[in-house]
Nanobody, 114 residues
Framework: QVQLVESGGGLVQPGGSLRLSCVAS????????MAWYRQAPGKERELVAG????????TYADSVKGRFTVSRDNAKNTVYLHMNNPKPEDTAVYYC???????WGQGTQVTVSS
């Protein structure tokens, strides 16, 4: 069965940095597109970033372009989201997602506050 375990969230100051990790299992990780989504209270879940199988191509929501970087390590079955210069509006629960199946894990809370 698919497992997606997000970690690395916490409190970060505006202008700081934070790296989220997602360890995946239950499918052949290297064969699938991975993405990060987030959901803030009272808002719809939104796509933040995506990365292709070998990590060659990445995509980002306009709101995070130039600030966030998605990467992956297929040997570790892990996808990362590095957050630079986070803003209060980045506060949300962050989830990783595989194109293999429509499964959602617990996510990791990111709070951006001074």
């Amino acid at each position: 069965q698919v497992q997606l375990v997000e970690s690395g969230g916490g409190l970060v100051q505006p202008g700081g940095s934070l790296r989220l990790s997602c360890v995946a299992s239950g499918f052949t990780f290297s064969m699938y597109y991975m993405a990060w989504y987030r959901q803030a209270p009272g808002k719809e879940r939104e796509l933040v970033a995506g990365i292709t199988r070998a990590g060659i191509s990445t995509t980002y929501a306009d709101s995070v372009k130039g600030r966030f970087t998605v990467s992956r390590d297929n040997a570790k079955n892990t996808v990362y989201l590095h957050m630079n210069n986070p803003k209060p509006e980045d506060t949300a629960v962050y989830y990783c997602k595989t194109s293999w199946t429509d499964y959602w894990g617990q996510g990791t809370q990111v709070t951006v506050s001074s």
